[in-house]
């Protein structure tokens, strides 16, 4: 019997597009309204490091005494459950299609549109040209393509900030490793400097996890002439469990 259910769910998955991914109800896909309140609420979150924030605060303690070099960081869920596996297809299995389900739910958040209408332009964090080749399309201008869907964007640039060659994956490093492998990470080309200049820039991302990413794409912004710099990304890795 389980093995004729199993069957059967997998079919209506190939057919049905119309199913959840998270719980399987039909004819609610690919996100029903359930799993969309239950599994993504919308969280008070510090604008500094987009950690959940306790209640009263504007800012966590860490950001209020370290502000980091971006003005605004915006993210929408936490990186767990539905939603890093949703990430991961969307890396590392070919599924760009996810982005369309993803990216609307930024929408929930009062802060994103106002994030999109200040900024000037918007910048895809850049994948290394080999992993670009390798997978095909990079998510982040994925997810904000899919948004764009739904609002206005500002216009995007994914040539101004350029991602070193060499530069090793992030993500399959610790902390120490890579705040140590960010600080050269990406560059603005010369010829490029001047799309940027006295502007205020969104870069947009999938997921942050220890802000090394971005802190290293705002350096390089900001040494370009970017009057301000902003991040919008859908998913934040939680703090680690003390």
Sequence with gaps: MRVAWARLRRWLHDHCPALCEVCGRWPD?????DCRRDLAPLLPRCPGCALPLAPGL?????????????ETVVARVDFAHPWDAWIRA????GQPGLAGALAPL????????????RADRWLPIPLAPARLADRG????WALMRALAAHTRVPPADAGVLQRAADAPVLHHLDRAARLAHAEHLFHVPAGAAARVQGRRVLIVDDVMTTGATLRAATRALRQAGAAAVD???FARTPPPVE
Excluded: F, I, M
Excluded at 90 to 93: A, E, G, I, R, Y
Excluded at 106 to 117: F, G, H, I, K, N
Excluded at 137 to 140: D, G, P, V
């Design 29 to 33: 896909g690919p996100l029903c309204p």
């Design 106 to 117: 930024w929408l929930d958040d009062p802060a994103v549109p106002r994030l999109l209408e």
């Design 231 to 233: 991040a919008l990304v």
């Design 58 to 70: 504007q800012r966590c303690h860490t950001c209020e005494h370290q502000p980091p070099p971006w």
């Design 90 to 93: 969307l890396k590392s299995t």
């Design 137 to 140: 399309y990079n998510q982040s």
